[in-house]
């Protein structure tokens, strides 16, 4: 599979025609290639977005809210192509994603049509004699948007979606590990959508920084590490562009001694391992005071037991591998430095022959 760019409403190679491997992390094979955007994609595909802009931002709520409500639909008809295109992307289970990812990923959609319809500007009062001051909300002009590979559509929705509907036009970079669905939403928006008004530049932390550095956008979003943002922050700083940052951290759990020892256990146990624990709001330790710490690290230890790690086809998976080789060493990196005083109850080792379980 080659996938490519898709800017000003057309599939496009990158300027270079260099490409990298897109990895079915359940087995660390190569499925498919995708660009590696350079500069100059990144310009023309900015371009194409101010040159859609010029008329996208005069387009009324009910116009763009006719255009995302018929994506929804759109996405919601071709669902099933979407959950296995997802599932090759990260290794997640069919059935998680088929459940858990789809229904509201559309209805996301759905819900920022509908929000569409809601902006609206507010009277401030009056200041000085003869002037009424009032606020008017404005389009902001075009959005570069950098999306992480843990939920590449869903994040990508999360994205496009509000930007679309309060009229801006959006340059989006989905991470160089799993770019397949998001290439194929920008596929479907644009028999739905001006050309120019949503596209899609493959590429890696380069392709990213040159998003960020151009002088088009006037807004920038990324999700990602703190490192990450604060490389964003300073390069949009020389431009004074927004910045919107979504950035990655730490979820302690607090259990006090009079909780309830399995319910937390169980609350534990679906917050920490859901989608390999790599989401930004994980269950990453717990803190748990001393009368029942015991009792609850033995709770979460067999309930640890009965999780099923497996592939996408398998039903009684739960969750599947880490995405990518460097999510892998960082997870093994934590039990390599495990302290002397700690404790492997369970687990703790890569899956031989297995990919990045």
């Known amino acids: 599979m080659a996938l490519r760019n898709f800017v000003d409403g057309h599939h496009v190679d990158s300027a270079d025609g260099r490409t990298s491997d897109v990895v079915d992390p359940c087995t660390g094979e190569a499925y498919a290639q995708a660009p590696i955007s350079t500069g100059a994609d990144v310009d023309a595909a900015m371009r194409a977005a101010a040159a859609a802009f ?28 979407f959950v296995e295109a997802e599932c090759r992307n990260t290794g ?13 990923l559309v209805d996301e959609l759905r819900f920022f049509a509908g929000a569409a319809r809601m902006l609206e500007g507010r009277s401030a009062g009056e200041y000085m004699a003869g002037h009424t001051s009032y606020v008017r909300r404005e389009p902001i002009g075009v959005c570069a948007q950098v999306t992480p590979w843990n939920y590449p559509m869903m994040m990508a929705v999360w994205k496009f979606a509000p930007a679309l509907a309060a009229g801006n036009t959006v340059v989006l970079k989905p991470s160089d590990t799993t770019p397949v669905s998001t290439v194929l939403l920008a596929e479907i928006a644009a028999d739905l959508l001006p050309p120019g008004v949503l596209n899609v530049v493959c590429g890696d932390r380069d392709t990213g920084r040159a998003l960020v550095a151009h002088q088009i956008p006037d807004m920038v979003s990324i999700t990602g590490s703190v490192r990450a943002g604060m490389e964003v922050a300073r390069a949009a700083a020389d431009g004074l562009k927004r910045v919107h940052l979504e950035l990655g951290g730490k979820a302690p759990v607090v259990v006090f001694d009079d909780a309830d020892i399995e319910r937390a256990a169980r609350q534990i146990v679906d917050a920490g391992y859901y989608n390999a624990g790599q989401d930004c709001t994980a269950a990453t330790r717990v803190l748990a005071g001393p009368r029942i710490r015991a009792d ?36 093994a990196g934590f039990v390599e430095r495990t302290p002397a005083h700690a404790e492997v109850r369970i687990g703790g080792h890569q899956v031989a022959g297995r990919g990045y379980f």
């Open 92 to 104: 997640k289970p069919l059935g998680v994603t088929r459940a858990e990812e789809m229904p509201p």
């Open 54 to 81: 010029e008329t996208w931002r005069d387009t009324t709520p009910a116009e763009r809210q006719r255009a995302l409500l018929r994506i929804a639909d759109a996405v919601e008809a071709r669902a099933e192509e």
């Open 296 to 331: 609850l690290t033995d709770a979460i230890t067999g309930l640890a037991t009965d999780v099923t790690t497996a592939g996408p086809d398998d039903a009684s998976a739960y969750y599947g591998p880490l995405n990518n080789p460097a999510q892998l060493a960082r997870v």
